[in-house]
């Protein structure tokens, strides 16, 4: 069960936009990772690329925790908004649960629940 520091530190390293750092300093080597039931990715250095493919695609990124965060013994749910500036110019404004199980003080296992029709991005008006 992570403490409520650790928490605290991972939801800021994620408000602060740094996802890929995040993924290196909370989730376990092999830690799988999922979106709306697709294939899990598999290990913390596929996480870590992930974030920086889609980062690198970005002009800016906001990540914002809605609390409260539900903690149950090993289990963390957490409610994220997040807004993409696009490098094309576009944006994509989504919101997400991820469900955590955690060992100790790092991530092995992660779904994310959102709507994907979210994920499509947006010409700015």
């Known amino acids: 069960m992570p403490t409520t520091d650790t928490l605290e530190r991972f939801i800021a390293a994620v408000e602060s936009n740094a996802h890929d750092a995040a993924c290196e300093a909370f989730y376990d080597e092999q830690s799988t990772m999922q979106e709306n039931q697709g294939v899990p990715r598999v290990g913390r250095d596929a996480h870590v690329a992930n974030e920086r ?3 690198a695609r970005a002009k800016s990124i906001s990540s914002t925790c809605v609390r409260p965060v539900l903690v149950s013994g090993d289990v963390v749910v957490i409610r994220w908004i997040f807004h ?3 490098l094309d110019g576009s944006v994509t404004h989504m919101e997400e649960l991820a469900w955590q199980r ?3 003080e790092r991530i092995v296992e992660e779904t994310f629940f959102y709507d994907p029709a ?3 991005p947006r010409e700015v008006i």
Do not use: A, D, L, T
């Open 118 to 120: 979210q994920r499509v």
């Open 53 to 55: 493919r889609v980062m």
């Open 84 to 86: 993409f500036e696009w």
């Open 102 to 104: 955690w060992s100790g």
